[in-house]
């Protein structure tokens, strides 16, 4: 069986959906989700294979949703009315994408590719995220929210609220100015699909916000040591010092 989440805040368009997808006896739907943060509060508590995943709802979009995955990573499809240029980035990644509103050949064929692909190892690797790469690497389409938890509740961060994300203990972290949560996707992950404007790697486990760094202090071997706005301080590899000090200056 295919367990199912369906997520969208109109609940018009996730009873098209169960109706279309009584039609497929092995998908089974555990759960629904109204908005971002609930979405990913049970994609965590049900670990569901599939999600469908609106894009525009209230709290946290469906791309946000998405690009806070961990693993185990639901396959995703994408329900959009978004216009043709996201449409063809979604073409073009291996997840797929359903235009509202909804027709049963079109969900017939997506749910094919789930099927085709869940035995293949990109729907496994925890670092495969092409839809979202794909548009978060595009003008404009950098992510300015982040999902993050704290127990087992999620928190909406906008991005000018982030002074840096941390990779501890096989754990990556979102620092803000009064606290620190967790978050699923890698260091690695985050750093494809964050805004190179607003923010620079300074080691293999950190990424800071370039706004947040107060000071900048050298050191005679190369590296450096920064201070950011919630007083923390970070060394910055000697490869990365001189680069961080050029995006500083600019």
Known sequence: MIRTLLIDDEQPARERLKQLLAAH??????????DGVQAAEQISELVPDLVFLDIQMPGASGLDVAASLGQPRPAVIFCTAFDQYAVDAFELSALDYLLKPVNRARLAAAL??????????????????????????????????????????FRVIPATDVI?????????????????LSMQPTLAALARRLDPNQFFQVSRTAIIRLD?????KPFTD??????????????????????LLDRLGQ
Request: proline content about 4%; aromatic content about 4%; hydrophobic content about 40%.
């Open 164 to 180: 840096a994300f941390t990779f501890v203990d096989s754990v990556t972290h979102v620092l803000t100015a009064g606290e620190q």
């Open 212 to 216: 947040a760094v107060k000071e900048a």
């Open 112 to 153: 094919d590719r789930v099927r085709a692909t869940r035995t293949s190892p990109a729907a496994t690797d925890p670092e495969s995220d092409p839809a979202i790469e794909q548009l978060t690497q595009a003008a404009g389409m950098a992510p300015t929210r982040f999902l993050a938890r704290r127990g087992a509740r």
């Open 25 to 34: 006896a092995d998908v089974e739907i555990v759960g629904e989700a109204e």
């Open 222 to 243: 190369g590296t450096g040591e920064i201070v950011l706005a919630n007083g923390q301080t970070m060394i910055v590899a000697r490869r990365r010092w001189r680069e």
